[in-house]
Protein backbone atom coordinates (compact mmCIF):
# COMPACT_ATOMS: atom_id res chain seq x y z
CA UNK A 1 0.00 0.00 0.00
CA UNK A 2 2.87 2.46 1.23
CA UNK A 3 5.01 1.31 -2.43
CA UNK A 4 1.86 2.25 -4.32
CA UNK A 5 1.12 5.67 -2.66
CA UNK A 6 5.13 6.59 -3.33
CA UNK A 7 4.26 5.65 -6.92
CA UNK A 8 0.95 7.72 -7.67
CA UNK A 9 3.01 10.68 -5.68
CA UNK A 10 5.89 10.43 -8.22
CA UNK A 11 3.77 10.24 -10.77
CA UNK A 12 1.96 13.02 -10.10
CA UNK A 13 5.08 15.32 -9.54
CA UNK A 14 6.05 13.95 -12.95
CA UNK A 15 2.94 15.20 -14.33
CA UNK A 16 3.11 18.35 -12.58
CA UNK A 17 6.92 18.93 -13.82
CA UNK A 18 5.86 17.97 -17.71
CA UNK A 19 2.44 20.41 -17.29
CA UNK A 20 5.03 23.07 -16.35
CA UNK A 21 7.80 22.64 -18.74
CA UNK A 22 5.42 22.46 -21.63
CA UNK A 23 4.01 25.87 -20.33
CA UNK A 24 7.07 27.15 -20.13
CA UNK A 25 7.89 25.88 -23.93
CA UNK A 26 4.61 28.02 -24.87
CA UNK A 27 5.44 31.17 -22.89
CA UNK A 28 9.13 31.79 -24.27
CA UNK A 29 9.40 33.99 -27.31
CA UNK A 30 10.05 32.08 -30.40
CA UNK A 31 11.38 35.00 -32.06
CA UNK A 32 10.92 33.67 -35.69
CA UNK A 33 8.44 36.42 -36.59
CA UNK A 34 9.44 39.05 -34.84
CA UNK A 35 13.29 40.02 -33.11
CA UNK A 36 14.35 36.50 -35.26
CA UNK A 37 17.76 37.39 -34.12
CA UNK A 38 16.89 36.25 -30.77
CA UNK A 39 16.85 32.50 -31.90
CA UNK A 40 20.25 32.85 -33.66
CA UNK A 41 22.22 31.33 -30.29
CA UNK A 42 20.28 27.92 -29.87
CA UNK A 43 20.63 27.32 -33.56
CA UNK A 44 24.54 26.61 -33.09
CA UNK A 45 23.56 22.91 -30.91
CA UNK A 46 22.71 21.75 -34.23
CA UNK A 47 25.80 22.56 -36.30
CA UNK A 48 28.57 21.82 -34.01
CA UNK A 49 31.97 20.36 -35.08
CA UNK A 50 34.07 20.88 -38.25
CA UNK A 51 33.63 24.31 -38.24
CA UNK A 52 37.21 25.80 -38.36
CA UNK A 53 36.29 29.16 -37.53
CA UNK A 54 33.71 30.48 -34.68
CA UNK A 55 32.97 34.19 -34.87
CA UNK A 56 31.59 35.71 -31.09
CA UNK A 57 29.91 39.28 -30.92
CA UNK A 58 27.24 41.53 -31.51
CA UNK A 59 25.34 42.21 -34.70
CA UNK A 60 28.22 43.47 -36.26
CA UNK A 61 29.44 39.49 -37.04
CA UNK A 62 26.08 37.85 -37.31
CA UNK A 63 24.79 40.83 -40.00
CA UNK A 64 27.74 41.39 -41.21
CA UNK A 65 29.45 38.67 -42.83
CA UNK A 66 28.26 35.08 -44.46
CA UNK A 67 29.68 31.99 -43.48
CA UNK A 68 28.11 31.09 -47.17
CA UNK A 69 30.91 32.99 -48.86
CA UNK A 70 33.59 31.62 -46.66
CA UNK A 71 32.78 28.30 -48.24
CA UNK A 72 32.31 29.04 -51.38
CA UNK A 73 35.12 30.81 -52.29
CA UNK A 74 38.12 29.42 -49.95
CA UNK A 75 35.85 25.89 -48.90
CA UNK A 76 36.36 27.53 -44.43
CA UNK A 77 34.03 25.84 -42.37
CA UNK A 78 32.77 28.38 -39.73
CA UNK A 79 30.18 29.51 -37.52
CA UNK A 80 29.13 32.35 -36.10
CA UNK A 81 27.65 32.75 -32.53
CA UNK A 82 26.42 36.27 -32.15
CA UNK A 83 23.48 37.54 -30.54
CA UNK A 84 21.93 41.08 -30.42
CA UNK A 85 23.75 43.31 -27.82
CA UNK A 86 26.23 40.46 -26.62
CA UNK A 87 28.62 41.53 -23.80
CA UNK A 88 32.07 41.05 -23.79
CA UNK A 89 31.45 38.75 -20.77
CA UNK A 90 28.79 36.69 -22.65
CA UNK A 91 31.32 36.25 -25.55
CA UNK A 92 33.90 34.82 -23.41
CA UNK A 93 31.22 32.26 -21.37
CA UNK A 94 29.91 31.80 -25.18
CA UNK A 95 33.95 30.96 -26.14
CA UNK A 96 34.36 28.40 -23.05
CA UNK A 97 31.07 26.67 -23.74
CA UNK A 98 31.75 26.26 -27.98
CA UNK A 99 35.06 24.61 -26.71
CA UNK A 100 32.96 21.75 -24.88
CA UNK A 101 31.51 20.99 -28.56
CA UNK A 102 34.42 21.64 -30.82
CA UNK A 103 37.80 23.15 -31.06
CA UNK A 104 38.11 25.36 -33.99
CA UNK A 105 41.31 26.59 -35.66
CA UNK A 106 40.71 30.66 -35.15
CA UNK A 107 38.25 32.34 -32.96
CA UNK A 108 37.57 35.79 -34.28
CA UNK A 109 35.78 38.38 -31.43
CA UNK A 110 34.06 41.70 -32.56
CA UNK A 111 35.59 44.28 -30.19
CA UNK A 112 32.97 46.97 -29.91
CA UNK A 113 31.62 45.50 -26.98
CA UNK A 114 34.85 46.89 -25.18
CA UNK A 115 32.89 50.28 -25.19
CA UNK A 116 30.67 48.48 -22.45
CA UNK A 117 32.46 47.46 -19.07
CA UNK A 118 29.27 46.29 -16.59
CA UNK A 119 25.86 45.39 -17.22
CA UNK A 120 24.86 48.85 -15.76
CA UNK A 121 26.82 50.72 -18.89
CA UNK A 122 24.94 48.62 -21.73
CA UNK A 123 21.60 50.94 -20.91
CA UNK A 124 18.43 50.27 -19.79
CA UNK A 125 17.43 47.61 -17.63
CA UNK A 126 14.58 47.14 -19.86
CA UNK A 127 16.80 47.02 -22.87
CA UNK A 128 19.90 45.09 -20.83
CA UNK A 129 17.14 42.27 -20.13
CA UNK A 130 15.75 41.93 -23.21
CA UNK A 131 19.27 41.47 -24.92
CA UNK A 132 20.24 39.39 -21.99
CA UNK A 133 17.22 37.05 -22.74
CA UNK A 134 18.29 36.42 -26.49
CA UNK A 135 22.18 35.17 -25.21
CA UNK A 136 20.98 33.36 -22.03
CA UNK A 137 17.64 31.57 -22.78
CA UNK A 138 19.00 30.09 -26.00
CA UNK A 139 22.22 28.81 -24.30
CA UNK A 140 22.38 25.45 -23.23
CA UNK A 141 22.59 24.93 -19.49
CA UNK A 142 26.14 24.64 -18.04
CA UNK A 143 28.45 26.23 -15.80
CA UNK A 144 29.26 28.78 -18.50
CA UNK A 145 25.64 29.33 -18.77
CA UNK A 146 25.55 29.64 -15.41
CA UNK A 147 28.61 32.01 -15.25
CA UNK A 148 27.31 34.24 -17.66
CA UNK A 149 24.18 35.02 -15.85
CA UNK A 150 25.86 36.16 -12.84
CA UNK A 151 28.21 38.02 -14.59
CA UNK A 152 25.30 40.10 -16.80
CA UNK A 153 23.05 41.06 -13.93
CA UNK A 154 23.86 44.39 -11.99
CA UNK A 155 24.20 44.95 -8.27
CA UNK A 156 20.05 45.48 -7.63
CA UNK A 157 19.40 42.25 -9.73
CA UNK A 158 21.61 39.30 -8.30
CA UNK A 159 18.71 38.21 -6.17
CA UNK A 160 17.72 34.75 -5.91
CA UNK A 161 14.13 36.19 -7.20
CA UNK A 162 15.85 37.47 -10.16
CA UNK A 163 18.28 34.68 -10.93
CA UNK A 164 15.53 31.89 -10.58
CA UNK A 165 13.84 34.01 -13.40
CA UNK A 166 16.83 33.05 -15.76
CA UNK A 167 16.88 29.02 -14.06
CA UNK A 168 13.38 28.73 -14.60
CA UNK A 169 12.11 31.45 -17.58
CA UNK A 170 8.50 30.12 -16.85
CA UNK A 171 8.50 32.79 -14.09
CA UNK A 172 9.23 35.61 -16.31
CA UNK A 173 7.41 34.79 -19.07
CA UNK A 174 4.04 33.83 -17.31
CA UNK A 175 2.11 37.33 -17.94
CA UNK A 176 2.74 36.45 -21.89
CA UNK A 177 -0.63 34.74 -22.00
CA UNK A 178 -2.57 37.65 -23.13
CA UNK A 179 0.24 37.96 -26.27
CA UNK A 180 0.39 34.55 -27.28
CA UNK A 181 0.36 34.46 -30.87
CA UNK A 182 -0.12 31.12 -33.81
CA UNK A 183 3.51 30.72 -33.71
CA UNK A 184 3.76 30.41 -29.80
CA UNK A 185 1.48 26.74 -31.01
CA UNK A 186 3.24 26.53 -34.14
CA UNK A 187 7.06 26.31 -32.71
CA UNK A 188 5.94 24.99 -29.81
CA UNK A 189 8.86 22.29 -30.07
CA UNK A 190 10.27 22.44 -33.67
CA UNK A 191 11.58 25.66 -34.89
CA UNK A 192 12.21 27.04 -38.35
CA UNK A 193 16.23 27.77 -38.97
CA UNK A 194 16.75 31.61 -38.87
CA UNK A 195 20.38 31.92 -39.70
CA UNK A 196 22.69 30.26 -41.97
CA UNK A 197 25.57 29.46 -39.69
CA UNK A 198 24.70 31.95 -37.15
CA UNK A 199 24.38 34.42 -40.12
CA UNK A 200 21.15 36.73 -40.52
CA UNK A 201 20.24 37.90 -43.98
CA UNK A 202 19.08 40.96 -45.05
CA UNK A 203 18.39 41.69 -48.67
CA UNK A 204 17.09 45.40 -48.15
CA UNK A 205 19.12 48.50 -49.34
CA UNK A 206 18.75 51.87 -47.54
CA UNK A 207 21.61 53.78 -48.51
CA UNK A 208 23.93 56.31 -46.44
CA UNK A 209 22.65 59.62 -47.03
CA UNK A 210 24.71 61.58 -44.08
CA UNK A 211 27.50 61.02 -41.69
CA UNK A 212 26.60 59.74 -38.44
CA UNK A 213 27.26 61.59 -35.34
CA UNK A 214 28.10 61.69 -32.02
CA UNK A 215 29.14 63.41 -29.00
CA UNK A 216 32.88 63.30 -27.56
CA UNK A 217 33.60 61.24 -25.20
CA UNK A 218 34.98 62.13 -21.49
CA UNK A 219 36.97 59.26 -21.27
CA UNK A 220 37.88 56.85 -23.73
CA UNK A 221 39.66 54.24 -21.86
CA UNK A 222 38.20 51.14 -22.30
CA UNK A 223 37.02 49.78 -18.60
CA UNK A 224 38.95 46.93 -16.17
CA UNK A 225 36.31 44.57 -16.74
CA UNK A 226 35.94 44.39 -20.54
CA UNK A 227 40.26 43.61 -20.31
CA UNK A 228 39.76 41.37 -17.54
CA UNK A 229 37.39 39.21 -19.88
CA UNK A 230 39.41 39.78 -23.20
CA UNK A 231 42.65 38.85 -21.04
CA UNK A 232 40.43 35.91 -20.12
CA UNK A 233 39.67 34.95 -23.95
CA UNK A 234 43.16 35.23 -24.53
CA UNK A 235 44.60 32.77 -22.13
CA UNK A 236 41.50 30.10 -22.87
CA UNK A 237 42.29 30.21 -26.24
CA UNK A 238 46.10 29.86 -25.45
CA UNK A 239 45.31 26.69 -23.37
CA UNK A 240 43.10 25.26 -26.52
CA UNK A 241 45.77 26.10 -28.90
CA UNK A 242 43.63 28.56 -31.13
CA UNK A 243 44.32 31.87 -32.33
CA UNK A 244 42.36 34.45 -31.50
CA UNK A 245 42.05 36.87 -33.74
CA UNK A 246 40.44 40.60 -33.13
CA UNK A 247 38.04 42.68 -35.63
CA UNK A 248 36.23 45.71 -36.05
CA UNK A 249 33.14 45.61 -38.53
CA UNK A 250 32.35 47.66 -41.26
CA UNK A 251 29.86 49.33 -39.57
CA UNK A 252 29.54 53.33 -39.36
CA UNK A 253 27.50 53.58 -36.10
CA UNK A 254 27.59 53.12 -32.90
CA UNK A 255 31.17 55.22 -33.93
CA UNK A 256 34.50 53.69 -33.37
CA UNK A 257 36.71 56.45 -32.08
CA UNK A 258 40.29 56.61 -32.90
CA UNK A 259 41.10 56.15 -29.29
CA UNK A 260 39.40 52.91 -29.15
CA UNK A 261 41.31 51.70 -32.35
CA UNK A 262 44.68 52.86 -30.80
CA UNK A 263 43.99 50.67 -27.57
CA UNK A 264 43.13 47.31 -29.76
CA UNK A 265 45.53 48.16 -31.84
CA UNK A 266 48.30 48.27 -28.70
CA UNK A 267 46.85 45.33 -26.67
CA UNK A 268 46.95 43.23 -30.05
CA UNK A 269 51.05 44.18 -30.10
CA UNK A 270 51.24 43.43 -26.77
CA UNK A 271 49.55 39.57 -27.01
CA UNK A 272 50.75 39.04 -30.68
CA UNK A 273 47.14 39.10 -31.29
CA UNK A 274 45.93 39.65 -35.08
CA UNK A 275 43.78 43.22 -35.30
CA UNK A 276 41.89 44.14 -37.97
CA UNK A 277 39.62 47.03 -38.52
CA UNK A 278 37.68 46.93 -41.59
CA UNK A 279 36.54 50.29 -40.88
CA UNK A 280 39.15 51.22 -42.84
CA UNK A 281 39.61 48.69 -45.44
CA UNK A 282 36.09 49.59 -46.88
CA UNK A 283 37.56 50.58 -50.23
CA UNK A 284 39.85 48.35 -50.97
CA UNK A 285 37.08 45.43 -49.39
CA UNK A 286 34.91 47.30 -52.39
CA UNK A 287 31.74 48.35 -50.03
CA UNK A 288 29.88 50.70 -51.23
CA UNK A 289 27.26 52.48 -48.72
CA UNK A 290 24.93 53.17 -51.40
CA UNK A 291 24.06 49.60 -52.13
CA UNK A 292 25.56 47.37 -49.29
CA UNK A 293 23.88 48.36 -46.21
CA UNK A 294 19.94 47.94 -45.65
CA UNK A 295 19.90 50.72 -42.26
CA UNK A 296 22.07 53.60 -43.43
CA UNK A 297 25.79 52.19 -42.36
CA UNK A 298 24.62 49.87 -39.33
CA UNK A 299 24.89 47.03 -40.43
CA UNK A 300 26.05 45.71 -44.10
CA UNK A 301 22.93 43.52 -45.92
CA UNK A 302 23.90 40.53 -47.67
CA UNK A 303 25.56 42.33 -50.63
CA UNK A 304 28.02 44.25 -48.30
CA UNK A 305 28.38 40.96 -46.15
CA UNK A 306 29.65 38.31 -49.26
CA UNK A 307 31.83 41.52 -50.07
CA UNK A 308 33.43 41.28 -46.50
CA UNK A 309 33.64 37.51 -46.06
CA UNK A 310 35.69 37.65 -49.48
CA UNK A 311 37.96 39.92 -48.51
CA UNK A 312 38.11 38.47 -44.54
CA UNK A 313 38.40 34.63 -46.28
CA UNK A 314 41.80 35.67 -47.96
CA UNK A 315 43.32 36.20 -44.63
CA UNK A 316 42.20 33.89 -42.89
CA UNK A 317 43.18 31.22 -45.44
CA UNK A 318 46.45 32.71 -46.20
CA UNK A 319 47.68 34.24 -42.74
CA UNK A 320 45.92 32.10 -40.83
CA UNK A 321 46.07 28.70 -42.45
CA UNK A 322 42.42 27.79 -42.69
CA UNK A 323 42.46 24.71 -45.00
CA UNK A 324 40.08 24.19 -47.86
CA UNK A 325 37.97 21.53 -46.88
CA UNK A 326 35.74 21.48 -50.00
CA UNK A 327 37.83 18.49 -51.21
CA UNK A 328 36.43 16.30 -48.44
CA UNK A 329 32.97 14.58 -49.61
CA UNK A 330 31.14 14.47 -46.28
CA UNK A 331 31.40 18.02 -45.44
CA UNK A 332 30.92 19.37 -49.10
CA UNK A 333 28.11 17.74 -49.54
CA UNK A 334 26.55 18.78 -45.87
CA UNK A 335 27.70 22.39 -46.85
CA UNK A 336 25.93 22.07 -50.38
CA UNK A 337 22.66 21.63 -48.32
CA UNK A 338 23.57 24.82 -46.22
CA UNK A 339 24.58 27.05 -49.56
CA UNK A 340 21.15 25.73 -51.68
CA UNK A 341 19.31 27.15 -48.36
CA UNK A 342 20.77 30.58 -48.21
CA UNK A 343 20.11 30.95 -52.14
CA UNK A 344 16.76 29.98 -51.61
CA UNK A 345 15.93 32.44 -48.89
CA UNK A 346 18.13 35.33 -50.84
CA UNK A 347 15.66 34.67 -54.15
CA UNK A 348 12.78 34.65 -51.70
CA UNK A 349 13.68 38.20 -49.92
CA UNK A 350 14.75 39.68 -53.42
CA UNK A 351 11.22 38.90 -54.68
CA UNK A 352 9.71 39.90 -51.71
CA UNK A 353 11.53 43.38 -51.80
CA UNK A 354 10.95 43.71 -55.46
CA UNK A 355 6.97 43.30 -55.02
CA UNK A 356 6.82 45.78 -52.35
CA UNK A 357 8.98 48.30 -54.68
CA UNK A 358 6.32 48.13 -57.35
Given amino acids: MKKKKTFKLLAALCLCVAVLYLLQMLLMPKYMDESRDGALIAEYYDNTGNNDVIFIGDCEVYENISPITLWEDYGITSYIRGSPQQMIWQ ?137 YYLDKMVALCEEYGVELVLMKAPSLYPVWWDQWDAQMESYAQEHGLKYINFLELVDEIGIDWNTDTYDTGLHLNVYGAEKLASYFGKILSEECGIPDRRGEEAISTLWEEKTQAYYDQKQALESAEQQQGE
Avoid at 94 to 104: A, G, S
Avoid at 156 to 183: A, G, N, V
Wanted: hydrophobic share 30%; proline share 4%.
Fill in 91 to 227: SYYLMEETFRYETPKVVVFNVLSMKYHTPASAGSSDQREAYNRMTLDGMRWSSSKWNSILASMTETEKQWQSIFTYLFPILRYHSRWSELKQDDFTYLFQKEQIGHNGYLMQTGIKPVTAPHMEKPLVDYTFGENSY
